[in-house]
């Protein structure tokens, strides 16, 4: 795996199921006795037109984009997680027959945007 087919992974299995998850979530909760607080959210999302629960599913999915978007910028080390001066750097290796640094050139954030 290089760092372009670990972004596209991110998109599929991180991305996108928390973007579907979330909706799903709202449309309708799973379990037999969920939180208030997910049936509050339920009850308001099913209650909007058609057009406000797409800009609802926009809004999750600018949300998510943004979460992944920062943590990326922290293994990139261009958002700092430290107050120090001196700060370390966090390395993210993929490791299957060989070993791939795949933050080496402390992109990630660029590539997935």
Same mark, same amino acid.
């Given at each position: 795996?290089?760092?372009?087919?670990?972004?596209?992974?991110?998109?599929?299995?991180?991305?996108?199921?928390?973007?579907?998850? !979330?909706? &799903?979530?709202?449309? !309708?909760?799973?379990?037999?006795?969920?939180?208030?607080?997910?049936?509050?959210?339920?009850?308001?999302?099913?209650?909007?037109?058609?057009?406000?629960?797409?800009?609802?599913?926009?809004? #999750?999915? !600018?949300?998510?984009?943004?979460?992944?978007?920062? =943590?990326?910028?922290? =293994?990139? *080390?261009?958002?700092? #997680?430290?107050?120090?001066?001196?700060? *370390?750097? =966090?390395? =993210?290796?993929?490791?299957? &027959? /060989? !070993?791939?640094?795949?933050? /080496?050139?402390?992109?990630?954030?660029?590539?997935?945007?």
């Amino acid at each position: 795996m290089n760092t372009n087919e670990f972004i596209e992974a991110i998109k599929i299995v991180v991305r996108d199921a928390a973007i579907e998850d !979330s909706i &799903s979530l709202l449309e !309708s909760p799973p379990g037999r006795n969920p939180s208030k607080t997910t049936l509050d959210l339920t009850t308001f999302y099913n209650r909007q037109a058609n057009d406000d629960k797409e800009m609802i599913n926009k809004i #999750i999915e !600018s949300a998510v984009d943004e979460a992944i978007f920062g =943590l990326l910028c922290v =293994l990139d *080390g261009v958002r700092a #997680i430290e107050n120090e001066d001196d700060k *370390g750097t =966090l390395d =993210l290796y993929f490791t299957k &027959s /060989k !070993s791939v640094h795949l933050n /080496k050139d402390r992109n990630l954030h660029d590539i997935y945007n």
